[in-house]
């Protein structure tokens, strides 16, 4: 049945002298989560999971304090376990799009990233020093000299063959042909279809044999440019390897890396950051 209320009844008045504090600033937040003993017990039984591939998911409104609860038990379990070390990516210079992860002591993250900031600023500086110095360039051109000379001399080689049998090596649309000689000059069409059927045979059985002896001789001019191109590169690596090594030497003696020893139970997450933020959000 409705009833009528008094005045006075319809706001509760507190005795300020009950309580220890002057404001609401004074007072400290309360450990526990009032009214979510199920959400609490199923974080305390996440966060005591220690095998991999396990994950807790907070759900609920905004405002209910879902960000609050789940620092505070996090910071109540790490308050009594060692301090994690620091795990970092980095690229993987065979598959960019699956990094590297790396293992270092607690706080060293943020110092190996700032060397490696450093690393890349002397490895520019020290390798624009050493590919434009005179040392370098003349080895570079000892080695071009080198291996063009070997070309050269396997032309010669089989130019002058040509020349002894009777033939000059000329440059055409579809390649290097022997063009038969006549006093020192290139026979013409009408000229060589001008001699006697033998003297046509003779020509074109000696040109068939050297065309074929052409084209190995242009294909081994090709393999030592292709050699000159492999050492060239090698020469590229040593000078680069020797500009860094000084620095690449402070690092790793700065620094012991350690590989991830759970790798390869969490070969996907370890390898795709993105992978392991799912579910945290």
Known sequence: MPREIAVEKLRRICDPEKHDCNTTADLKAAKAIIGQDRAAHSMQFGLGIKASGFNVYVAGPPGTGRATMVER??????????VPADWCYVNNFHDPSRPESLS?????AKQFQSDMKTLVEGARRD???AFESEEYATKQKETANAFEKQADQIIAAITAKAQEQGFLLQQTPVGILPIPLKKGQPLTPEEFRALSLAERQAISQKQQALQAEIEMAFRQAKNVGKKAAGELERLDKQVALYALSHLLDDLKRKYQIRP????????????????RCRGRK
């Open 73 to 82: 038990f996090i910071e109540e379990v790490a308050r009594g376990k060692p």
């Open 104 to 108: 270092l002591p607690a706080g060293q």
């Open 127 to 129: 390798l624009g020093k």
């Open 260 to 275: 991830d020893p759970g790798k390869a139970q969490r070969n996907d997450a370890a390898r795709h950051p993105e992978d």
